[in-house]
């Protein structure tokens, strides 16, 4: 007998983990960051509602913090088995979990300055660079189409086309096949390939739902909109913010800047990405060429796609807050991409009552982080705990979403020989549901399970 128990990503987008046992083995798909409301997210991602010590081995989807974030937390509480990813997964989320533990490090102690002002006593990071440290050594790279052995399961990697690196999980074990998409990239989406439809029949396919209610606009629109953007604000002497995901997103936008720019569609405007994380992400693509569609592979023949004449990578603190002392109009690339931690943050108490700048996201705002309520319009907001009238202006573009939207999801489930049922995660409640009942009328069982529901395949 298997089972199913969903534990993060249930209704919600962040904190991706969902527990598999077999015999006496127990799998965990992913375990990511909860990120929302700070006191929330401490007790979700400290606590674990399982023992990991009794955990066998991690299957990685991909690099992002919702996704491997918490890998830390999991080995400081006594997980001490192989976190099994593709080879760029393993060079991301190395990355990205020392960048965590570092901002976690920053973060707390800024914080703690305005706490013991208010006489509050201080915060302690979730987890040490040493934690992090411990969960790398434990990364084990499997490429993709190469089986690998977990108890009695055996397992595949498809390219999702999410991320670099991003994976779809197919689990063979008793006779039934588990396939988890983790998350799902978009058809035609600029850099990397796109997502594969593995071959095998699911008898539970457990998938994402991100944006399982709506439709994307095209790439091609997205950029003419940023162009619109940068125009509008370096016409008005502002600064453009642009918070993005250090992997993936980053790559994608300093991509279309650097398109952008050679055609003559934006001006010749200083641009930094100010995220050493990112800067290193960066250096990571140009080793992976093996996951690039065709014109990256072109791009990259005739130089850097992700550089530029006016694009800078910005890696130490100094060189961070020199920009803010900056008069002229320029772009900031930063992380966090939901404004929840990072550079983004001081960048944002510097520029946010300044009607001339602009902020433009270019990511999905989970519900009850920073960047959901700027998206919101709600003003004032508490940045490091201090409030702020939000002056800026606030931009949504949604086109470089990395997710597969409705009619891809519905497209990529009907390339698949067969699948018993579906369970959704990694979507709120109202994507989830919404694609539950456009798949429903097409004669698929699909559940929409909540937090701890476990269920028998």
Not at 26 to 47: I, M
Not at 88 to 105: F, G, P, V
Not at 218 to 238: S, Y
Not at 278 to 289: E, L, V
Request: aromatic letters at 6%.
């Amino acid at each position: 007998m298997i089972t199913v128990t969903f534990f993060g990503a249930v209704r919600t987008v962040t904190g991706s983990m969902h527990l598999v046992e077999t015999g006496d083995t127990r799998l965990l798909l992913d375990c990511g960051l909860f990120q929302g409301r700070r006191a929330d997210a401490r007790r979700v991602n400290s606590e674990f509602p399982f023992s990991p010590s009794s955990i066998d081995t991690v299957v990685l989807s991909h690099a992002h913090l919702d996704h491997c974030g918490n890998l830390p937390t999991l080995v400081q509480q006594g997980f001490r088995g192989k976190i099994l990813c593709t080879p760029a997964t393993r060079d991301l989320a190395a990355l990205i979990l020392r960048d965590s533990a570092e901002i976690q490090h920053q973060d707390v102690n800024f914080a703690n300055k305005a706490r013991a002002r208010q006489g509050q006593p201080p915060l302690q990071p979730l987890y040490t660079i040493d934690d992090a440290e411990q969960a790398i050594r434990r990364l084990s790279p499997v490429p993709y189409h190469q089986t690998f052995q977990v108890g009695p399961a055996t397992g595949v990697f498809y390219d999702a086309g999410h991320i670099l690196g991003s994976a779809v999980t197919v689990l063979a074990v008793e006779g039934r096949t588990i396939v988890f998409s983790g998350d799902l990239g978009r058809t035609a989406a600029p850099i990397i390939r796109d997502p594969e439809s593995p071959p095998a029949a699911a008898d539970l396919l457990i998938m994402e739902a991100t944006y399982g209610d709506r439709r994307h606009e095209p790439f091609e629109r997205g950029g003419r909109k940023l162009a619109d953007v940068v125009r509008g604000t370096v016409r008005r002497g502002g600064t453009i913010l642009i918070p993005a995901f250090a992997v993936g997103r980053t790559q994608d936008i300093t991509y279309t800047l650097h398109r952008l720019q050679d055609g003559g569609k934006i001006p010749p405007v200083p641009t930094f990405v100010d995220s050493p994380m990112a800067t290193d992400a960066t250096a990571i693509f140009r080793q992976h060429p093996e996951v690039f569609d065709t014109e990256t592979l072109a791009r990259l023949r005739s130089g850097d796609p992700f550089g530029g004449r006016d694009i800078r990578y910005v890696r130490s603190v100094e060189e961070s807050k020199e920009l803010n002392a900056r008069h002229d109009p320029f772009i900031v690339v930063a992380t966090s991409g939901m404004c929840e931690s990072g550079r983004i943050l001081h960048h944002l108490r510097h520029h946010v009552g300044d009607p001339q700048s602009s902020l433009v996201f270019v990511s999905f705002q989970a519900a009850d982080t920073l960047g959901r309520r700027l998206v919101d319009g709600v003003t004032p907001v508490r940045i490091f705990d201090e409030s702020y009238e939000v002056r800026l202006q606030v931009h949504r573009i949604e086109s470089y979403s990395a997710h597969a939207d409705r009619d891809e999801l519905v497209a990529w489930v009907g390339r698949m020989p067969r699948v018993g049922q579906i369970c959704l995660v990694h979507g709120e409640e109202q994507q989830c549901t919404a694609l539950a009942r456009y798949l429903s009328r097409r004669g698929i069982k699909v559940t929409v399970p909540t937090r701890g529901q476990r269920i028998t395949v």
